[in-house]
């Protein structure tokens, strides 16, 4: 017997455990407790308070992968439409297939509980995968539910029940910024192939997917401006890199060309046989945009190793850490202002550029106070009057 009845609506299971049912519309909905008789009994009378309040969805079989794919084609329509950007989309995507399907795909909706949710991120940890890729799993993953509320599947989001202590904590990476010395180093030891994408991504700040998907015809070497106005999307095994829209209307942008620079990538459109105003700038022989894991490993990281810029105890330097690096160029040195930055770098919103660089604008700021004040006290102006009695 599977299981046994012990009292109007409550029964033991074969495990040990606790099942209680109320009746909605004429049909049973269950729930499994544990093996405590009085938690069940509690369980119960939640569930029957529930059915009274009309808290209770009706019986539903949809399952998770159902309503991922319907959800999935509605954001599809909106990329199609050009009201979301389609690197979210190839994001959302990859977590869906990697992380959640997998694991979710065939439970139905109104079985998953705030438990299946807390050992789902458990699995991800134990695959060895950092916090902030399994924190960006579980958005699709909270809109989905979201979905599933919405159309009366379910009567909460279990995700939300979660506590602090179960969900992943996203740790902010240390920035790294490159001093002088360090960035010719870098470009020293950097293959031939790689040094243009590099030196580009040190003086303009551009994200890599905005490099890879850079075009001649968007380099304006006599105007000396860079227009960013496509990225490059990630290639699937069902179809190759492209161009496509960037995530922000900000990221849409002008970046002026250092006239060193433009001086290096005059040079190196001249020794390319794909010069063409529709030729990827940064490409392969065969004219195909380089992929953005070279450009990490072969590229970027073999010249930090070899620059001595890789030390055990930090970070492993990333193509993302040039473009802090060049934020601090505009902040420190160049004495920017917070809307200038913001304007360059392509961020949606200024507060994004003072939320990241807070430290570099307090030091810029600080620095600069301190020198005024110290030059007219009368600290500072001993020093005039020795060097005037020589």
């Known amino acids: 017997m599977k299981r046994r009845r012990i009292e109007r609506g409550i029964y033991r299971q074969q495990n040990g455990c606790y099942g209680v049912y109320v009746m909605v519309a004429g049909k049973p909905r269950f729930k499994t407790v544990g093996p405590k008789l009085a938690e069940a009994r509690r369980q119960r009378q939640l569930l029957a308070a529930k059915a009274e309040l009309g808290q209770l969805a009706p019986p539903d079989r949809t399952s998770f992968a159902e309503l991922a794919e319907t959800w999935l084609g509605g954001f599809e329509a909106q990329v199609e439409a050009g009201e ?22 065939r439970k139905r909706l109104q079985e998953i509980s ?7 991120i458990g699995e991800l940890r134990s695959r060895g995968l ?11 993953l909270g809109r989905i539910l979201a979905l599933a509320l919405r159309r009366g599947y379910i009567n909460e989001i279990p995700l939300r029940r979660l506590e602090a202590s179960e969900r992943p904590r996203v740790q902010k990476r240390e920035q790294r910024v490159l ?73 849409v942008r002008e970046i002026p060309l250092l006239p ?17 105003d529709s030729d990827y700038v940064f490409c392969t022989a065969l004219g195909t945009p380089l992929g953005a894991r070279n450009v990490e490993r072969r590229g970027l990281g073999r010249a930090a190793d070899l620059a001595g810029l890789n030390p055990e105890e930090l970070p492993r330097l990333r193509v993302h850490d040039l473009r802090h690096t060049f934020a601090s160029h505009l902040i420190v040195d160049l004495k920017l202002d917070v809307a200038q930055v913001s304007k360059i770098l392509g961020h949606a919103r200024p507060s994004i550029t003072l939320d990241t660089y807070t430290h570099l604008f307090d030091r810029a700021a600080h620095a600069a106070d301190i020198r005024e004040r110290m030059a007219v006290s009368g600290f500072g102006l001993l020093l005039s009057s020795a060097a005037s009695d020589h």
């Open 260 to 276: 060193q620079l433009g001086a290096l990538l005059k040079q190196h459109k001249l020794a390319s046989p794909h010069s063409r």
């Open 130 to 140: 950092a916090a902030k890729t399994i924190a960006g799993a579980l958005v699709p």
């Open 114 to 120: 705030t438990d299946d949710c807390a050992r789902l």
């Open 179 to 251: 001093n002088h010395d360090q960035i010719g180093r870098l470009l020293a030891a950097s293959l031939p192939a790689y040094r243009p994408l590099l030196a580009t991504a040190l003086y303009s700040g551009m994200r890599l997917s905005e490099l890879l998907g850079l075009t001649w015809g968007e380099v304006e070497l006599s105007e000396g401006l860079i227009q960013v106005r496509y990225q490059l999307s990630r290639a699937r095994k069902d179809k190759a890199a492209r161009r496509v829209r960037l995530k922000t209307a900000a990221a």
């Open 84 to 105: 979301r950007g389609e690197r979210t989309l190839e994001n959302y995507r990859y977590h869906l297939d990697k992380n959640l399907l997998p694991t979710l795909g």
